[in-house]
């Protein structure tokens, strides 16, 4: 119901977008979150859109990380600018009923995730 895709091998300071096709729950009654989870270390919460739009960022991509939506497109981006090397994780994007960065246990999909590799 969610598939993330988009990721690749990236220079340091390079930029990416990465997309979420969301299908078989409505876009417009979920917030959409965007996760990421490094080898050995726990998912982390770095942004999400709410069904109003209103967005949040964590505070280690604020500022570089923009999340937004075509809901015509049911696909919901996060354009990632200045990337570092500690940016490298698989990626994830997940449906909730409200929007939170802060853990991923309010989500209750989740699609596959797209590697992002930030490296020279």
């Known amino acids: 119901q969610l598939q993330a895709f988009g990721g690749g091998l990236v220079q340091p300071g390079g930029s990416l977008r990465l997309s979420c096709a969301v299908s078989?729950?409505?876009?417009?009654?979920?917030?959409i979150g965007w996760f990421r989870q490094a080898p050995g270390k726990e998912r982390e919460g770095l942004s999400c859109?709410?069904?109003?739009?209103?967005?949040h960022y964590s505070d280690s991509v604020k500022g570089r990380f923009a999340v937004s939506e075509d809901n015509a497109k049911s696909t919901v981006y996060l354009q990632m600018n200045s990337l570092k090397p500690e940016d490298t994780a698989v990626y994830y994007c997940?449906?909730?009923?409200?929007?939170?960065?802060?853990?991923?246990?309010?989500?209750?999909?989740w699609g596959q995730g797209t590697q992002v590799t930030v490296s020279s």
């Open positions: 859109i709410g069904v109003s739009g209103a967005t």
């Open positions: 078989g729950i409505g876009i417009g009654h979920y917030a």
């Open positions: 997940g449906g909730a009923l409200f929007c939170s960065t802060s853990s991923p246990s309010g989500y209750n999909y």
